[in-house]
């Protein structure tokens, strides 16, 4: 975040070019090319066991999905957002839209939400250090 005491003030393109090359020099982790490099994971600090208790009942009906992490994703001063990292196979896009469209019903408005795969390697890192909340129970061929 540039200046973030000051509002109203506008860079220059020379200007920002000059604070990212003192930034870069000075080896600033703030000041980042990637979005993933700034986004920060903690587990949830509020109760959202309304979320998980619909998730659940939807993604128990969803063969392509083996497990599901809860997490708050800060992406750097901004308010923290509910994450949701999905380990299935298959197009995310047939599992996230319908899947938001059913939680859109118990999320509250000061709630938002957010998908991702466990198989990218933001999904890996922000489901690190978060046990599960849904496991898929294995089928009789798989045991």
């Known amino acids: 975040m540039l200046n973030p ?3 109203g003030k506008e ?3 020379q200007e920002i070019k000059r ?3 003192i930034a870069r020099n ?3 982790k ?4 990637t979005e993933e490099d700034t986004i920060t ?3 949830v600090e509020h109760s959202v066991g309304h979320i998980i208790k619909a998730a659940v009942k939807f993604l128990s009906k969803q063969p392509n999905v083996d497990r599901a992490f809860i997490m708050e994703m800060i992406k750097g001063c901004e308010k ?3 994450l949701m990292v999905l380990d299935m196979m298959g197009s995310t896009r047939k599992l996230f839209v319908p899947l938001s469209k059913y939680l859109s019903k118990t999320v509250k408005p000061n709630e938002h939400l957010a998908f991702i795969s466990y198989e990218q390697d933001m999904g890996k890192k922000a489901a690190e250090n978060i046990d599960p909340f849904y496991v898929r129970k294995k089928r ?3 045991k």
């Open 26 to 28: 000075l080896k600033i």
């Open 30 to 33: 703030a000041i980042s090319y």
């Open 5 to 7: 005491n000051s509002y």
């Open 11 to 13: 860079f220059t393109s």
């Open 41 to 43: 994971y903690r587990p």
């Open 140 to 142: 009789y061929f798989e």
């Open 80 to 82: 923290p957002q509910i």
């Open 19 to 21: 604070i990212v090359m």
